[in-house]
């Protein structure tokens, strides 16, 4: 069974950086999607960005409208490790962040997604 584990988060004043750590344990699929996800406070949940992985090709990255050029996914498979480095961050991108697998290819359908992390929480303040 896959399970993933989510850490990095904290408090942080407008514009600056944080690092979230997202670790599998279990058998990874050979085709799919490494996400990350957000929920604010009264909000819905929203996807941030995500990794589609195939075998040994390079990995094909995806991001919400709203992150990109400050937000940065990758992953260390030697870890069985993703990442999602936050830059210039805003009182808006607050909230509990999620990691997420599913097979196949990335999307922002939640449904789609078999297994979740508990979240670790992101605070930023102006």
């Known amino acids: 069974q896959v399970q993933v584990l989510e850490s990095g988060g904290g408090s942080v004043q407008d514009g600056g950086s944080l690092k979230l750590s997202c670790t599998v344990s279990?058998?990874?699929?050979?085709?799919?999607?490494w996400a990350w996800f957000r929920q604010a406070v009264g909000k819905e949940r929203e996807g941030v960005a995500g990794?589609?992985?195939?075998?040994?090709?390079?990995?094909?990255?995806l991001y919400a409208d709203s992150v990109k050029g400050r937000f940065t996914v990758s992953k260390d498979n030697a870890s069985k490790t993703l990442y999602l480095e936050m830059r210039n961050l805003k009182s808006e991108d607050s909230g509990m962040y999620y990691c997420?697998?599913?097979?196949?290819?990335?999307?922002?359908?939640?449904?789609?997604?078999?297994?979740w992390g508990q979240g670790t929480q992101v605070t930023v303040s102006s």
């Open positions: 279990g058998d990874t699929y050979s085709w799919y999607c």
């Open positions: 990794l589609t992985t195939y075998a040994k090709t390079p990995s094909i990255p």
């Open positions: 997420a697998m599913k097979t196949g290819p990335c999307t922002w359908v939640q449904g789609q997604y078999r297994t």
